[in-house]
């Protein structure tokens, strides 16, 4: 009799504990994910917000952190056998990442949240994972003591009190790109002709030129600097984090436009033995949530389009962002196709080297 | 019985050939083949990339501006560096221990921390502009970004500490007692150093030149940091073409004009020396 309880107890546990692990397994058991993304607060979030859950399903996610250029250079540093399975891709790139045929065609239903998405921001090969506005960051007291005018365009920038005070992006840089290329049709300039926009580079008397947007704020921080063309989310968070009174301002472009936009994607490696996880990353991504949770962060512009009434209730972010989309609309976007990015590069180091 | 000491180099030499020698040599193999972009290269054997260097006055003028200030850097790193040498060598209280293990540890720092320390001390609101200002030397802040002469301060900051080692090891070599001749026969201090110890040292003062202004012109987070995307030198510009524009011929050709202006530096300098012995400047 008592055998027989001792039995029946034991049969129990065994089918408690394989219930149990059964409950317990998660989609992704024994996956991991190689993510390559920026460093810092980018990936501090994506650990706090989708990280968690992508190991709630039993995977484990590792980060390759760079900049897109560096993570790019990695990909053709290996023959393509990229150290990633998704990774972060500048507009600028995409035309690279074609070339290279490394991209892994995506499966969009396992992307429910491109439903929320403008229909131009994804694609069978890649999907937008947020947006900036490249702003003119400007230290508003410092500007009112010294009787400097508020900037309303990029020229505005070269002004005697403002010589040696004002950073602007390297062309190495995140914002590089996006920074020569506002400058370049606020003057007259295109794609294909970007000497307009280097002639005013130079006039304007640049302190430095950033490699990393943060320098921005420990720059605004040190005194070195009162203006900075950067996007807004550092401005954003130089007035959040470091204190510093600046806001933004979106640099008139032409008769039509009013500031610039900069895209990023994500797309998943061709070489991926992950492509599933991955595409589930990317969905967490973009989905509303972690999107919000981005954008009040670190100031940048989500693609989910539903979280931009909620975005509009953030002060600083109402203050310095646009989120009207017809506004958003009337931005700068640089048709990439038709730039070469090795001659802008040569143009601007040439330009600019002392 | 007799061991084959030599067998022990063995490993060493293997490790040190493909680190080293292996590694460098697929790079510089590079160099030689037409640039396609993207990391992709010609399959002929070509001088290209060389012929644009050469005959490129922006290329040039970087290798000018690497050249100068690494020689610039070298060269404060002496004017600043003997002095402190000197004085430890010559004292005689323990002091000189600790002073030397300071200067040891100081080398251990990261030169990125070194920089961000220049940062801080030269920005508009550090301590540096804070005093030039108040009493009234500077009518604006001095700023080390984007230009030479922050990029030869970084670099020299880079090399300080490496710089006193060696000279402090040469100045020791020095007997005193040939300073203590010469003061009892009525040279002044001045004439002791220009006459004595300038000589003496001079050998090894050149060569810690030489091994300073080595380690400058291969220096690259100074350079980056401090020149704020405005002083090229050849360090950035590999980093620039290899890593943003993504042409591995062109940096390595950069690289292997790099390489070789250094050593026909180093070897002009070893053989301005000799010629200086031969002509008995400089004591042997």
């Given amino acids: ?354 | 019985m007799w061991v084959r000491w030599w067998i022990l180099l063995i490993p060493p030499l293997i490790v040190g050939f493909t680190l080293v020698a292996a590694s460098q040599f697929v790079f510089l193999r590079a160099s030689f083949f037409e640039d396609l972009g993207l990391g992709r290269v010609g399959d002929e054997l070509v001088i290209e990339n060389y012929v644009q260097f050469l005959t490129d006055g922006f290329y040039l003028k970087i290798l000018w501006v690497t050249v100068k200030t690494s020689a610039l850097a070298a060269l404060s790193t002496l004017i600043l560096g003997f002095p402190v040498a000197y004085l430890i060598a010559r004292m005689r209280s323990s002091w000189s221990m600790i002073l030397l293990a300071g200067i040891v540890v100081s080398t251990f720092i990261t030169i990125v921390i070194k920089v961000y320390g220049l940062i801080v001390i030269f920005s508009a609101n550090g301590l540096f502009n804070q005093t030039m200002l108040a009493i009234g030397l500077f009518d604006k802040p001095f700023s080390v970004f984007g230009n030479e002469t922050g990029v030869v301060i970084g670099l020299m900051h880079f090399t300080l500490g490496f710089g006193v080692l060696l000279l402090y090891s040469i100045i020791q070599t020095i007997p005193k007692s040939l300073e203590s001749a010469a003061q009892i026969h009525g040279a002044n201090r001045w004439r002791v150093y220009y006459r004595i110890i300038f000589p003496l040292s001079l050998p090894g003062v050149t060569a810690m030149l030489l091994m300073v202004f080595n380690m400058c012109m291969g220096a690259f987070t100074s350079a980056a940091l401090l020149g704020g995307g405005l002083v090229f030198t050849l360090p950035v510009m590999i980093q620039r073409i290899v890593m943003m524009d993504i042409k591995y011929s062109m940096g390595a050709t950069i690289a292997a004009v790099l390489l070789v202006s250094v050593i026909i530096i180093n070897l002009l300098s070893i053989y301005l020396l000799r010629r200086l012995r031969a002509a008995h400047l400089v004591v042997v």
Wanted: charge should be negative; hydrophobic fraction near 45%; charged fraction near 20%.
């Fill in chain 1, 1 to 354: 009799m008592f055998k027989s309880v001792k039995n029946a107890m034991a049969g129990i546990f065994i089918t408690l504990f394989l219930s149990s692990s059964a409950l317990a397994a998660g989609q992704f058991d024994g996956v991991t994910l190689l993510v390559g993304t920026w460093g810092g607060l980018w990936k501090d979030n994506q650990v706090e917000n989708i990280v968690s859950k992508f190991e709630a399903e039993g995977g484990k996610v590792e980060f390759v952190t760079g900049s897109p250029a560096a993570n790019f250079a990695k990909i053709v540093a290996a023959r393509g056998q990229a150290p990633f399975d998704v990774v972060e891709i500048l507009a600028a790139q995409v035309k690279d990442y074609h070339e290279l045929d490394v991209l892994h065609p995506l499966d969009l239903s396992l992307i429910p949240n491109t439903e929320f998405l403008s229909e131009s921001r994804y694609n069978e090969w890649l999907v937008g994972s947020w947006e900036t506005q490249e702003v003119i960051c400007y230290h508003k007291d410092k500007f009112a003591e010294e009787g400097i005018p508020v900037p309303t365009t990029y020229r505005d920038l070269v002004h005697p009190k403002l010589a040696g005070r004002i950073q602007f992006p390297d062309i190495n840089s995140g914002g590089g790109l996006t920074g020569l290329a506002g400058v370049t049709f606020a003057e007259g300039g295109d794609e294909t002709n970007i000497e307009p926009g280097l002639n005013l580079v130079k006039e304007m008397n640049v302190l430095k030129f950033w490699a990393r947007g943060g320098e921005t704020m420990a720059q605004f921080e040190s005194g070195d600097i009162i203006a900075s063309v950067v996007h807004a989310g550092w401005c954003l968070r130089t007035k959040k984090l470091a204190g510093q009174n600046v806001t933004t301002v979106h640099p008139r472009i032409n008769d039509e436009l009013v500031g610039v936009a900069s895209e990023g994607w994500f797309g998943v490696m061709k070489n991926s033995k992950n492509a599933e996880a991955a595409q589930w990353y990317i969905n967490q991504f973009i989905s509303a949530d972690y999107q919000l949770k981005m954008a009040i962060k670190t100031g940048l512009v989500p693609v989910n389009q539903s979280v931009f009434e909620a975005m509009a209730e953030d002060p600083l972010v109402a203050e310095m962002i646009v989120l009207d989309p017809e506004k958003v609309a009337n931005q700068l976007r640089v048709d990439y196709s038709k730039v070469i990015i090795p001659d802008w590069t040569d143009q601007w180091n040439r330009a600019i080297a002392q």
